[in-house]
């Protein structure tokens, strides 16, 4: 079972950046597609972003799209999220997960523990 620890979340103002790190601790983040989510108080959790086993395909939500990037580093065994342009709305704890290539939450079987992001306006 691949194991997740995502970092990198806290308090931004609008308009500012966060990067958000996931680093897996097996060998099988390598052939994994990795992926974004993220739940709100409140709400349901919803995707953000995710990126192919290869690097070679990647797909946003539309509320992120343009100012979100994803990307991963086989060599730390880590994908990233880049946010800019950060919104109250994008306010919500964020969650790493390594499975196969969707934007639906049951494609994905391992979690890690989420990071808490927070804009302010």
């Known amino acids: 079972q691949v194991q997740l620890v995502e970092s990198g979340g806290g308090l931004v103002q609008a308009g500012g950046s966060l990067r958000l790190s996931c680093v897996a601790s097996?060998?099988?983040?390598?052939?994994?597609?990795m992926g974004w989510f993220r739940q709100a108080p409140g709400k349901p959790r919803e995707f953000v972003a995710a990126?192919?086993?290869?690097?070679?395909?990647?797909v946003y939500a539309t509320s992120v799209k343009g100012r979100f990037t994803i990307s991963r580093d086989y060599a730390k065994n880590t994908v990233y999220l880049q946010m800019n342009s950060l919104e109250p709305e994008d306010t919500a704890v964020y969650y790493c997960a390594a499975g196969y290539y969707s934007k639906l939450e049951r494609g994905y079987d391992n979690w890690g523990q989420g990071t808490q992001v927070t804009v302010s306006s």
């Open positions: 097996a060998r099988t983040f390598s052939s994994a597609a």
């Open positions: 990126i192919t086993w290869s690097s070679d395909s990647t």
